[in-house]
């Protein structure tokens, strides 16, 4: 099972966004299988974070060898051929690197929605319609728009798409269009329930199941610049910053020593997941990185002990 870490493409309100070019080389050094960037266009109500090709464009640059992925890149807020132009495009230029996330986006950043001119109601509609031609237009073939076939140039290999979101739309259009499916850091009692759910829906249709795609949040203790508990929750939880996650959902949530890491990497290899994509909740990124690769190496990730060895 191979370890992906989030890039530091977002920042607390008033805060510089992480330099992802330095955290690319940085994971890439490490081990790490894949370097990923969170979507969105307005996040929350406003907090800094980059758009997400520019960013896996730079870290594409400045890498050789680490898979690039979107976590997810929210289709419906774009045009879908826009969408598909930026995946060959990001395709091409990583030398066949791509991770192609997608979703429908979340509910908390409603100022996307206005920003973009897209309503909200349309998202499931629009996100189907766009995987329907996004494998054709990255592949340089034919699809139709309002009757009428469209070719993109040049076609590059398809990269994998994986499907994220754990509600039942969500997992039936994993089974219908992605090659995997991108799990949420969701207690492991829901992650075993909802991978079974999604084995249940690909045996309905007679489909192969999407590969499992994992996710984790971490702020390892060792790191000077880790918050304690009651600021890191603040961080967590605040509905106007980076996660605006409900507070019930705290418990259990992040991983803070190696144990804990290793027991949720444990849980992610018993449901089959083939990697775990790991996002910092707080405390300096370049060492979280380097603490996860040496808690990861100990506990048998073999990406992350090659980084570690290398280290």
Do not use: N
Request: proline content about 8%; aromatic content about 4%.
């Amino acid at each position: 099972m191979d370890l992906g870490i989030f890039l530091p493409t977002m920042a607390p309100r008033g805060a510089a966004v992480g330099d992802v070019v330095a955290a690319a080389r940085h994971a890439e050094r490490l081990g790490f299988e894949s370097v990923w960037a969170v979507d969105q266009l307005v996040a929350g109500t406003g907090v800094p974070i980059m758009d997400s090709t520019v960013a896996l464009a730079a870290a594409a640059a400045a890498t050789t060898t680490v898979g690039i992925g979107y976590g997810v890149l929210v289709l419906p807020l774009r045009p879908a051929a826009w969408a598909a132009k930026q995946a060959a495009s990001l395709q091409l230029v990583s030398g066949g690197r791509l991770l192609l996330g997608v979703g429908v986006g979340g509910e908390r950043h409603a100022r996307s929605w206005d920003a973009a001119g897209v309503p909200r109601r349309e998202r499931g509609r629009r996100t189907d319609a766009a995987l329907g031609a996004l494998p054709a237009w990255i592949a340089g073939d034919e699809a139709l728009v309002g009757g009428r076939p469209v070719r993109l140039a040049p076609g590059v290999p398809r990269p994998p798409v994986l499907v994220g979101g754990a509600g039942e739309a969500a997992l039936a259009r994993a089974v219908a269009h992605g090659d995997g499916w991108f799990g949420l850091p969701l207690p492991p009692a829901r992650l075993a329930a909802t991978v079974g759910r999604l084995r249940e829906l690909a045996d309905t249709a007679g489909r192969t199941p999407p590969s499992v795609t994992g996710s984790a949040m971490v702020a390892m203790e060792g790191d000077p610049a880790v918050p304690g508990d009651a600021a890191l929750a603040r961080i967590l939880t605040d509905p106007d910053g980076l996660f605006g996650m409900p507070a019930e959902a705290l418990p259990g949530m992040v991983l803070r020593t190696p144990r804990a890491l290793a027991e949720r990497l444990a849980t992610w290899a018993g449901l089959g997941a083939r990697r775990v994509v790991l996002t910092v909740a707080g405390g300096d990124w370049a060492r979280q990185a380097e603490l996860v690769a040496v808690a990861a190496a100990a506990a048998g990730a073999p990406e992350a002990r090659a980084g570690a060895e290398r280290g």
